[in-house]
């Protein structure tokens, strides 16, 4: 019984202690990632579904700047200057421009690395030799009720993360390398359809 008693007592002061520590954490990776006037980021993302047993991999690279990305997957391209959406599928050779809204803002790729640092609550689970793991809950109505982030102990930088949605899937994404202030112009985060003479293009601003 008082085992019991005293678990119930500095109970409390542990998940404080933990969830202060996740924040410190967060906290310098946050400032570390904003340090840098640039990012490129190749990944592999793995999609696996306990429902339909579907197990699906593609790599991918994405540029990140400011508000702007550009994020190239195996059968799309996807181009932002954070006021307009470029999605070029290039199977189809077909491009789609829209504007971007608020919706939209909230899944910007341009987050991907900061995805920590509005709308969840966070909570330190483990470390070890080399990576923190952090489990981050959203505080309101979202797709996915857990990330997973794995946070590399030395570079202070995200090495993988896994997005769980409500029907139990799981969104992997490791990262498999990282290069920082690089040079990108601002038009880099430009399509330019010019240069596909053939491209159908679908303007729905």
Do not use: C
Request: hydrophobic share 35%; proline share 2%; glycine share 2%.
């Amino acid at each position: 019984m008082k085992k019991s008693i005293l678990i119930l007592i500095f109970f409390p002061f542990f998940i404080f202690a933990q969830n202060n520590k996740a924040k410190i954490i967060l906290d310098e990776l946050s400032k570390k990632t904003k340090s840098f006037s640039s990012i490129k980021a190749e990944f592999t993302n793995t999609f696996s579904s306990t429902i339909t047993d579907l197990n699906e991999s593609q790599s991918g690279t994405i540029y990140l700047k400011d508000n702007s990305y550009k994020l190239e997957l195996e059968s799309q391209i996807i181009i932002s200057d954070g006021e307009t959406n470029w999605i070029y599928l290039i199977d189809e050779e077909e491009v789609n421009i829209t504007e971007i809204d608020d919706e939209e803002n909230e899944l910007n790729p341009s987050k991907i690395l900061t995805i920590y640092e509005d709308g969840y609550n966070y909570k330190f689970i483990k470390e070890d030799s080399n990576v923190y793991q952090i489990n981050l809950f959203p505080k309101e109505i979202s797709p996915f009720s857990k990330v997973e982030l794995f946070i590399n102990k030395h570079k202070m930088q995200i090495s993988s993360f896994i997005m769980i949605d409500k029907q139990g899937s799981h969104y992997k994404y490791v990262i498999d390398s990282f290069e920082t202030n690089i040079e990108l112009n601002n038009d880099f985060f430009i399509f330019k359809t010019t240069e596909y003479p053939n491209i159908d293009i679908i303007d729905l601003r």
